[in-house]
Nanobody, 118 residues
Framework: QEQLVESGGDLVQAGGSLRLSCAAS???????????MAWYRQAPGKQRELVAR???????DYAESVKGRFVITRDNRKRTVYLQMNSLKPEDTAVYYC?????????WGQGTQVTVAL
């Protein structure tokens, strides 16, 4: 059973930046190369939504609302996926969840709170 450890959430002023990290603790560096990795977020009273994803082939997709501001990357040697968030807006406030899909099995992080203040 994979465990994902997230970090980087914080309170930040609008226009600021944050970097989220999510490390897989049990999958090997070789095994993680087979994984698709993604970030989702869930704001209060809203459904969880996809923010960005990076496939095992490094194909990247972003939600329209974050294009040009967020960057997703992965480091397979460190078994970690990152989300660099720039030009943050109050509407980016949410709990951000890491998702790792390995052989059609989904694993989720515990969530990290991002709050963007005016």
């Amino acid at each position: 059973q994979e465990q994902l450890v997230e970090s980087g959430g914080d309170l930040v002023q609008a226009g600021g930046s944050l970097r989220l990290s999510c490390a897989a603790s049990k999958t090997t560096a070789t095994g993680i190369t087979l994984a698709n990795m993604a970030w989702y977020r869930q704001a209060p009273g809203k459904q969880r939504e996809l923010v960005a994803r990076i496939s095992r082939a490094f194909k990247i997709d972003y939600a329209e609302s974050v294009k040009g501001r967020f960057v997703i990357t992965r480091d397979n040697r460190k078994r970690t996926v990152y989300l660099q968030m720039n030009s943050l807006k109050p509407e980016d406030t949410a709990v951000y969840y890491c998702n790792v899909q390995i052989v059609d099995v989904d694993y989720w992080g515990q969530g990290t709170q991002v709050t963007v203040a005016l």
